[in-house]
Protein backbone atom coordinates (compact mmCIF):
# COMPACT_ATOMS: atom_id res chain seq x y z
CA UNK A 1 0.00 0.00 0.00
CA UNK A 2 1.64 3.57 -1.19
CA UNK A 3 2.07 6.19 1.60
CA UNK A 4 -1.23 8.47 -0.44
CA UNK A 5 -3.45 5.20 0.15
CA UNK A 6 -1.89 5.08 3.99
CA UNK A 7 -3.30 8.35 4.28
CA UNK A 8 -6.35 8.31 2.83
CA UNK A 9 -7.00 4.91 4.75
CA UNK A 10 -5.88 6.97 7.99
CA UNK A 11 -8.35 9.72 7.32
CA UNK A 12 -11.26 7.62 6.69
CA UNK A 13 -10.97 5.89 9.53
CA UNK A 14 -11.13 9.08 11.73
CA UNK A 15 -14.04 10.17 9.88
CA UNK A 16 -15.68 7.41 10.84
CA UNK A 17 -14.71 7.29 14.07
CA UNK A 18 -15.87 10.56 14.06
CA UNK A 19 -19.34 9.57 12.89
CA UNK A 20 -20.02 6.89 15.64
CA UNK A 21 -19.46 9.63 18.08
CA UNK A 22 -21.98 11.93 16.53
CA UNK A 23 -24.05 8.99 16.45
CA UNK A 24 -23.89 7.93 19.99
CA UNK A 25 -24.00 11.38 20.88
CA UNK A 26 -22.15 10.92 23.86
CA UNK A 27 -25.39 10.63 25.60
CA UNK A 28 -23.74 7.07 26.79
CA UNK A 29 -23.26 7.09 30.25
CA UNK A 30 -19.54 5.56 31.68
CA UNK A 31 -20.07 2.74 33.65
CA UNK A 32 -18.28 2.38 37.19
CA UNK A 33 -17.31 -0.80 39.33
CA UNK A 34 -17.94 0.02 42.66
CA UNK A 35 -16.25 -2.76 44.90
CA UNK A 36 -17.64 -2.05 48.90
CA UNK A 37 -15.85 -3.88 51.92
CA UNK A 38 -17.27 -4.38 54.80
CA UNK A 39 -14.89 -4.33 58.00
CA UNK A 40 -15.90 -6.28 60.67
CA UNK A 41 -16.36 -4.83 64.60
CA UNK A 42 -13.48 -4.78 66.28
CA UNK A 43 -13.62 -5.18 70.35
CA UNK A 44 -11.84 -2.33 71.74
CA UNK A 45 -10.98 -2.13 75.99
CA UNK A 46 -12.65 1.05 77.81
CA UNK A 47 -10.12 2.90 78.39
CA UNK A 48 -8.94 3.09 74.32
CA UNK A 49 -12.54 3.40 73.52
CA UNK A 50 -13.09 6.46 75.84
CA UNK A 51 -9.32 7.70 74.34
CA UNK A 52 -10.49 7.78 70.96
CA UNK A 53 -14.16 9.53 72.04
CA UNK A 54 -12.60 13.04 71.14
CA UNK A 55 -11.16 12.14 67.88
CA UNK A 56 -14.93 10.27 66.83
CA UNK A 57 -16.73 13.21 67.77
CA UNK A 58 -14.44 15.68 65.69
CA UNK A 59 -14.82 13.02 62.66
CA UNK A 60 -18.81 13.20 63.09
CA UNK A 61 -19.32 17.02 63.26
CA UNK A 62 -16.93 17.12 60.42
CA UNK A 63 -19.18 14.49 58.15
CA UNK A 64 -22.04 17.12 59.81
CA UNK A 65 -20.76 19.97 58.42
CA UNK A 66 -20.12 18.51 55.12
CA UNK A 67 -23.30 17.01 55.33
CA UNK A 68 -24.75 20.40 55.61
CA UNK A 69 -22.80 22.38 53.65
CA UNK A 70 -23.58 19.90 50.28
CA UNK A 71 -27.12 20.19 51.35
CA UNK A 72 -26.35 24.43 50.90
CA UNK A 73 -24.44 24.18 48.04
CA UNK A 74 -27.41 21.91 46.23
CA UNK A 75 -29.75 24.33 47.56
CA UNK A 76 -28.32 27.20 46.04
CA UNK A 77 -27.82 25.40 43.10
CA UNK A 78 -31.43 24.60 42.43
CA UNK A 79 -32.31 28.05 43.40
CA UNK A 80 -30.26 29.85 40.51
CA UNK A 81 -31.66 26.90 38.06
CA UNK A 82 -34.91 28.23 38.64
CA UNK A 83 -34.22 31.94 38.40
CA UNK A 84 -32.71 30.89 35.29
CA UNK A 85 -35.43 28.89 34.06
CA UNK A 86 -38.04 32.14 35.34
CA UNK A 87 -35.29 34.09 33.30
CA UNK A 88 -35.36 32.08 29.89
CA UNK A 89 -39.64 31.85 30.45
CA UNK A 90 -39.84 35.73 30.99
CA UNK A 91 -37.82 36.31 27.66
CA UNK A 92 -39.44 33.72 25.86
CA UNK A 93 -42.75 35.63 26.71
CA UNK A 94 -41.30 39.34 25.65
CA UNK A 95 -39.26 37.91 22.41
CA UNK A 96 -40.97 36.68 19.18
CA UNK A 97 -40.53 32.73 18.71
CA UNK A 98 -37.52 32.26 16.37
CA UNK A 99 -39.18 30.42 12.90
CA UNK A 100 -39.75 26.91 12.82
CA UNK A 101 -38.22 26.78 16.31
CA UNK A 102 -37.60 23.52 17.42
CA UNK A 103 -39.99 21.92 19.82
CA UNK A 104 -39.23 20.59 22.75
CA UNK A 105 -39.16 16.92 21.78
CA UNK A 106 -36.08 18.01 19.49
CA UNK A 107 -38.24 17.43 16.64
CA UNK A 108 -38.44 21.00 14.27
CA UNK A 109 -41.75 21.58 12.63
CA UNK A 110 -40.05 20.65 8.82
CA UNK A 111 -39.95 17.10 10.44
CA UNK A 112 -43.60 16.38 11.43
CA UNK A 113 -44.38 14.61 7.82
CA UNK A 114 -42.10 12.88 5.78
CA UNK A 115 -39.34 15.07 4.56
CA UNK A 116 -36.23 15.35 1.66
CA UNK A 117 -32.90 16.06 2.67
CA UNK A 118 -30.12 16.39 -0.11
CA UNK A 119 -26.64 14.39 1.00
CA UNK A 120 -23.00 15.80 0.48
CA UNK A 121 -19.71 14.74 1.51
CA UNK A 122 -17.29 17.26 3.37
CA UNK A 123 -13.86 15.82 3.78
CA UNK A 124 -15.12 12.32 4.17
CA UNK A 125 -17.94 13.22 6.60
CA UNK A 126 -21.65 12.47 5.06
CA UNK A 127 -24.24 15.26 5.64
CA UNK A 128 -27.83 15.93 5.34
CA UNK A 129 -29.44 19.22 4.51
CA UNK A 130 -33.51 19.42 4.63
CA UNK A 131 -34.61 20.95 0.86
CA UNK A 132 -37.08 22.94 2.90
CA UNK A 133 -33.82 24.57 4.27
CA UNK A 134 -32.21 25.18 1.28
CA UNK A 135 -32.47 27.80 -1.31
CA UNK A 136 -30.21 26.78 -4.09
CA UNK A 137 -26.84 24.80 -5.11
CA UNK A 138 -24.44 26.50 -7.71
CA UNK A 139 -21.08 25.05 -8.85
CA UNK A 140 -17.56 25.74 -7.18
CA UNK A 141 -16.08 28.94 -8.83
CA UNK A 142 -12.63 29.97 -8.27
CA UNK A 143 -14.33 33.39 -8.32
CA UNK A 144 -14.33 34.15 -4.75
CA UNK A 145 -13.34 37.45 -3.83
CA UNK A 146 -11.34 37.19 -0.59
CA UNK A 147 -11.78 39.55 2.38
CA UNK A 148 -8.74 40.58 4.91
CA UNK A 149 -8.39 39.66 8.14
CA UNK A 150 -10.90 36.54 8.77
CA UNK A 151 -10.88 33.06 10.00
CA UNK A 152 -9.40 29.93 7.87
CA UNK A 153 -13.06 28.81 7.62
CA UNK A 154 -14.28 32.22 5.67
CA UNK A 155 -13.39 31.71 2.02
CA UNK A 156 -14.92 35.15 0.82
CA UNK A 157 -17.92 35.99 -1.33
CA UNK A 158 -19.31 34.96 -4.52
CA UNK A 159 -21.82 36.77 -6.50
CA UNK A 160 -25.15 34.71 -7.12
CA UNK A 161 -27.93 36.55 -9.34
CA UNK A 162 -26.56 39.94 -8.00
CA UNK A 163 -26.44 39.20 -4.01
CA UNK A 164 -22.79 38.01 -2.51
CA UNK A 165 -23.25 35.32 -0.81
CA UNK A 166 -20.02 34.50 1.96
CA UNK A 167 -19.13 31.09 1.37
CA UNK A 168 -17.23 29.00 3.91
CA UNK A 169 -15.27 25.80 4.17
CA UNK A 170 -17.76 23.65 5.81
CA UNK A 171 -15.06 20.91 6.69
CA UNK A 172 -13.07 23.28 9.39
CA UNK A 173 -16.44 24.16 10.99
CA UNK A 174 -17.90 21.07 11.36
CA UNK A 175 -15.36 18.39 12.25
CA UNK A 176 -12.97 19.19 15.16
CA UNK A 177 -9.35 20.45 15.15
CA UNK A 178 -7.66 16.53 15.32
CA UNK A 179 -9.79 15.62 12.09
CA UNK A 180 -8.30 18.12 10.06
CA UNK A 181 -4.80 17.30 9.60
CA UNK A 182 -5.57 15.77 6.08
CA UNK A 183 -7.35 17.82 4.58
CA UNK A 184 -6.50 19.95 1.58
CA UNK A 185 -5.47 23.34 2.00
CA UNK A 186 -6.16 24.58 -2.24
CA UNK A 187 -9.68 24.37 -1.93
CA UNK A 188 -9.66 23.47 -5.99
CA UNK A 189 -8.81 19.96 -4.92
CA UNK A 190 -11.31 19.44 -3.38
CA UNK A 191 -14.79 21.60 -3.81
CA UNK A 192 -17.15 20.67 -6.13
CA UNK A 193 -20.39 22.24 -5.11
CA UNK A 194 -21.71 25.40 -2.88
CA UNK A 195 -24.95 24.97 -0.93
CA UNK A 196 -26.74 28.07 -0.21
CA UNK A 197 -29.03 28.66 2.67
CA UNK A 198 -30.11 30.51 5.26
CA UNK A 199 -32.05 33.27 2.34
CA UNK A 200 -28.94 32.30 0.01
CA UNK A 201 -26.68 34.82 2.68
CA UNK A 202 -24.31 31.79 3.26
CA UNK A 203 -22.75 28.79 1.05
CA UNK A 204 -21.42 25.69 2.24
CA UNK A 205 -18.52 24.92 0.05
CA UNK A 206 -18.61 20.39 -0.15
CA UNK A 207 -16.85 18.41 -1.56
CA UNK A 208 -19.84 15.98 -3.80
CA UNK A 209 -23.06 16.14 -4.11
CA UNK A 210 -24.79 12.92 -3.11
CA UNK A 211 -28.51 11.82 -3.60
CA UNK A 212 -31.84 13.28 -2.71
CA UNK A 213 -33.50 10.64 -0.31
CA UNK A 214 -36.55 10.47 1.80
CA UNK A 215 -36.75 10.65 5.64
CA UNK A 216 -39.42 10.48 8.69
CA UNK A 217 -38.73 11.52 12.00
CA UNK A 218 -38.05 8.19 12.95
CA UNK A 219 -35.74 7.58 11.01
CA UNK A 220 -33.64 10.26 12.41
CA UNK A 221 -32.32 10.38 16.10
CA UNK A 222 -32.86 13.68 16.92
CA UNK A 223 -30.72 15.66 19.54
CA UNK A 224 -32.54 17.49 22.72
CA UNK A 225 -28.93 18.69 24.44
CA UNK A 226 -27.83 20.78 21.80
CA UNK A 227 -24.62 22.14 23.98
CA UNK A 228 -21.85 20.70 21.84
CA UNK A 229 -22.30 21.03 17.98
CA UNK A 230 -25.36 22.84 18.31
CA UNK A 231 -25.95 22.57 14.48
CA UNK A 232 -26.38 18.88 14.48
CA UNK A 233 -29.92 18.43 14.74
CA UNK A 234 -30.44 14.60 14.26
CA UNK A 235 -28.23 11.58 13.08
CA UNK A 236 -30.23 9.36 10.34
CA UNK A 237 -28.24 5.98 11.15
CA UNK A 238 -28.86 3.73 8.44
CA UNK A 239 -27.76 6.48 6.07
CA UNK A 240 -25.06 7.02 8.34
CA UNK A 241 -25.17 10.65 8.26
CA UNK A 242 -25.60 13.75 10.33
CA UNK A 243 -28.76 15.94 9.60
CA UNK A 244 -28.01 19.59 9.77
CA UNK A 245 -29.66 22.53 11.08
CA UNK A 246 -29.07 25.19 8.24
CA UNK A 247 -31.05 27.58 11.10
CA UNK A 248 -28.97 27.22 13.99
CA UNK A 249 -25.81 27.24 11.64
CA UNK A 250 -26.38 30.50 9.91
CA UNK A 251 -27.16 31.92 13.62
CA UNK A 252 -23.53 30.06 14.45
CA UNK A 253 -21.71 32.04 11.70
CA UNK A 254 -23.73 35.36 12.34
CA UNK A 255 -22.33 35.31 15.53
CA UNK A 256 -18.93 34.16 14.77
CA UNK A 257 -18.50 36.64 12.46
CA UNK A 258 -19.91 39.81 14.11
CA UNK A 259 -17.27 39.12 16.63
Known sequence: MSEKDKSMSTQQQAINDYLQALLHDDNELEVVDVHVTEDKPKTVGLEKLVAEIPEIVEKVETKVESKLETEVAL?????????????????????????????????????????????????????????VKLNS????????????????????????????????????????????????????????????????????????????????????????NKIKRPWLAGTAIEQMCALMDTEVFADMLNRKTSV
Request: aromatic share 6%.
Open 75 to 131: QEEAEQEEVVETAVETVALVEPAVKEQVEVSGIPDWADQSFQCLLFKVSGLTLAVPL
Open 137 to 224: VIPWTDKIVETPNQTDWYLGLVNNHGKNVKVIDTALMVLPENRRENIPQDPSDRFSHILLVDDSNWGLACDEIGDVIWLTGDDVKWRQ
